[in-house]
């Protein structure tokens, strides 16, 4: 199931969550994310490092695709999250990994929220 949540960011459903937990703006989520760009380069996973990412949602402190994202997947939910690059790191990129003006795609799982 595919679903545009905000203009610049895609949300395919891959596992469904509990339908009725939502991180709300300020609230702190803790996620597991694998980040590629349109060529399949994987520039960044938590999965990979075995330790998940936790972060305040909605407020700032990550892209802003995240920010707009996030917040659209209940509790549990495994989803894609697709990008343009002015939800992501726009015309600067975060060199090396990512170019300037790069699409990104993240495969997030909403793993707690507090």
Request: aromatic share 10%; no cysteine; glycine share 14%.
């Amino acid at each position: 199931m595919t679903y545009a949540g905000v203009q610049g960011v895609t949300v395919e459903i891959l596992k469904p969550g509990d339908g009725s937990t939502y991180p709300k703006k300020g609230d702190t989520v803790t996620i597991h994310y694998v980040g590629t760009l349109d060529d399949g380069y994987k520039f960044d996973s938590s999965v990979d490092r075995q330790k998940p990412f936790q972060t305040e949602i909605g407020v700032g402190k990550v892209i802003k695709g995240w920010d707009e994202g996030i917040p659209q997947l209940s509790l549990g939910e495994k989803a894609i999250l697709k990008m343009t690059p002015d939800y992501g790191y726009g015309a600067r990129g975060f060199p090396p990994s990512i170019p300037p003006h790069a699409n990104l795609q993240f495969e997030v799982q909403l793993l707690s929220i507090n």
